[in-house]
């Protein structure tokens, strides 16, 4: 099988931040699915992740784990942050692109 040029990238920038940073790693592989499920069900542009956290129907995570997931996936340009201040940051989900999130998905499926 064949690995595509964007697929090649994601796999380094995820071999990247399992060793940069584990336990965030272990977020985004333990719980990117509740992520994609809130960001997939939410029909606001800009959310919190409260608003995100609500449109999960049964997650597996607090509200604290998936921020740190969103900002992962961010880094990721899977999505933007648009502000970020005193626990009140707020996410652009206009630039949500829920092709790369599923991509890095099958990725970590795969690890």
Known sequence: ????????????LL??????????????AGYWADARNGLDNTDRNYARVRHIYENIPEPQIGTRGLGQTLVLLADLDVLSILTNRNNATIYDLTTYDAARLRAIGRLLDAQ
Do not use: I
């Not at 099988?1 to 990238?9: D, G, K, L, R, Y």
């Not at 071999?15 to 985004?28: C, D, F, I, R």
């Open 1 to 12: 099988m064949t690995m595509s040029v964007e697929t090649a990238n994601l796999g380094a």
């Open 15 to 28: 071999a990247a931040l399992k060793q940069e940073n584990p336990q965030g790693y272990g977020y985004l």
